[in-house]
């Protein structure tokens, strides 16, 4: 059965740097998810892009934050001066627009970001 | 997006059927029911959806009562693979809105 992955599953920086996290989405679908969890709390939602623009964001993914598909099958997440605060679990997803608003997401595995 | 209200915990024997409830008494006539679950160290799994009808695929059942208000999802017999967290979503199916919004969900431990 065809997955979402991403890379690196672990991901250590230093507060201030810029890191990126990379997705790779099932290849036939058509919208693409970031969330977060930072550890022992809710899957919190970040932003939703398709069609190469952002349909929708949360309160969370300010000025720090960019997604971008840079080619047909990479989907990242750049956050670009990290802070303690964003030590968290990021889990790509991706969905077919086939059944429409209820198609089913697709999650990844996740990456763990840890800022020191 | 409509508020669900689930237990923080529940658990079940292995092998036996889970019934793992979730209120919704704010839910619209066009929000669908989602059901997904957490096991430990990995992302949201998709489990089943559905709008009025109950429906059945290979991983569970969810159960709609008549008046929507609430649903029961139900595994059949519990493994100790079920043991994860299970969220219950609300999604407004013609908002035009794809995002998902996780709450606290249930979490299922499955004794052997």
């Known amino acids: 059965e065809p997955e979402v992955t991403q890379t690196p599953s672990h991901q250590v920086t230093q507060m201030g740097q810029e890191v990126i996290l990379r997705c790779v989405p099932i290849?036939?679908?058509?919208?693409f998810y970031w969330y977060r969890q930072i550890l022992g709390q809710k899957v919190e939602f970040l932003v939703s892009?398709?069609?190469?623009?952002?349909?929708?964001k949360s309160e969370i993914f300010d000025d720090q934050f960019s997604v971008e598909r840079p080619d047909g099958s990479n989907f990242t997440l750049k956050i670009r001066s990290t802070k303690l605060e964003d030590s968290a679990m990021y889990f790509c997803?991706?969905?077919?627009?086939?059944?429409?608003?209820?198609?089913?997401?697709?999650f990844g595995n996740g990456t763990r970001l840890t800022v020191t | 997006d409509a508020k669900t209200t689930q237990p923080n915990s529940m658990e079940s024997n292995e092998e036996e059927p889970v019934h793992l409830p979730c209120n919704h008494s704010?839910?619209?006539?066009?929000?669908?029911i989602h059901w997904y679950r957490q096991l430990p160290s990995q992302g949201p799994e998709y489990v089943i959806h559905?709008?009025?009808s109950n429906v059945n695929n290979r991983m569970a059942s969810l159960e709609i009562a008549e008046d929507r208000k609430s649903s029961t999802l139900i595994l059949h017999r519990a493994t100790l693979r079920d043991a994860a967290v299970y969220y219950c979503?609300?999604?407004?199916?013609?908002?035009?809105?794809?995002?998902?919004?996780f709450g606290t969900g249930t979490r299922l431990k499955v004794l052997a």
């Open positions: 997803a991706s969905s077919s627009p086939t059944a429409g608003y209820n198609s089913p997401l697709h």
């Open positions: 290849s036939n679908h058509l919208y």
């Open positions: 892009f398709y069609n190469n623009e952002i349909s929708e």
């Open positions: 704010t839910i619209s006539g066009t929000d669908y």
């Open positions: 559905g709008l009025t």
């Open positions: 979503i609300l999604r407004d199916g013609v908002s035009g809105t794809y995002k998902y919004i």
